[in-house]
Every structure is written in structure tokens, then in C-alpha cells.
């Protein structure tokens, strides 16, 4: 073996140790951070303006779609959100089984804020949320088949 080979087997070792490092570092921060959420009615208010409802039956690790970001979460559940303006491109509506959102940063203290966003509520406020937005998804269902233009 030649002294560029040992040298660059010894930059591999290296590598693979650093990024071991840093992932004890990350598991270590994120320890300290409250996602316990499975088994319980959220609200989530993301930075797009939405607000997520859902009854957390899953959080893991993000590691496809937001995998550039150092902390990315998915949470899933039977959740629900909607928007209701009269705009035909800005109103809309969505229930799944399997409703899913994702909370991520590459910064832990931003990645904290996202998490304090998430609101714990009762039983009661997530169906008396969804009996609303029901009732908003008729009238808009009526009025847009009365008159498309509103």
C-alpha cells in the first residue's frame, strides 16, 4: 500500500468517526426535547399560516424527504386542516386517516420553537374543530355549485 492509499484510508476512518460524533451530538440535543406526542390531541400552527389538528399515532425521524435537515420529524394521525377565504386557489380542505405534517430545522433552538408550537387540546376542541370545518366545507360546497364565481 502506498502512502496515498494509507493516507486516504485513514481521511475515510476519520470521516466515518466525525459523523459519528455528530450524530451522538444531535441524538444527545434532541433528548432533551418534548416529543411525546403519541396518543394525543395537537394543534400545530406551521409558518405557512396553517393549522394543523390531528390525534398523534406516529413521530419518527424524518429521513427522506426533509433528510438535508438536521432535526426533521414526521407526526401522523387522524388529523384535518383547512382554509376557508372564498378564493377558489386558497380554499380548501383535508381529512386523512393517515394525515401527516412535518416539523424540521437545521438550528435546535429554532427546531424547539417549532416544537412549543405544538399545542396539546382536548378531545372535545378537535371535534368541535372538525364540526366546524365540516359545516364550512358544506356551505362552500353549496355556494360554489350555486355560483361559481363567488
Not at 35 to 40: H, P, Q, S, V
Not at 76 to 93: I, K, M, N, P
Not at 106 to 118: S, V, W
Request: proline share 1%.
Amino acid at each position: 500500500m502506498n502512502e496515498i492509499e494509507i493516507l486516504e484510508n485513514k481521511l475515510d476512518e476519520l470521516i466515518t468517526e466525525t459523523q459519528e460524533v455528530r450524530n451522538k451530538i444531535r441524538d444527545l440535543k434532541l433528548e432533551s426535547l418534548n416529543l411525546d406526542l403519541e396518543g394525543k390531541y395537537i394543534k400545530y400552527h406551521d409558518d405557512f399560516g396553517w393549522t394543523h389538528y390531528c390525534l398523534v399515532y406516529w413521530v419518527t425521524k424524518d429521513t427522506i424527504r426533509y433528510g438535508n435537515f438536521e432535526y426533521a420529524y414526521l407526526i401522523r394521525g387522524l388529523g384535518f386542516s383547512g382554509e376557508f377565504v372564498g378564493y377558489h386557489d386558497c380554499t380548501s380542505f383535508s381529512w386523512d386517516y393517515s394525515y401527516e405534517f412535518y416539523i424540521y430545522d437545521n438550528d435546535i433552538d429554532k427546531f424547539k420553537k417549532e416544537i412549543e408550537k405544538i399545542e396539546e387540546i382536548t378531545k372535545e376542541e378537535f371535534d368541535s374543530v372538525l364540526l366546524e370545518m365540516l359545516g364550512k366545507v358544506s356551505e362552500y360546497h353549496k355556494k360554489y355549485q350555486e355560483d361559481p364565481e363567488k
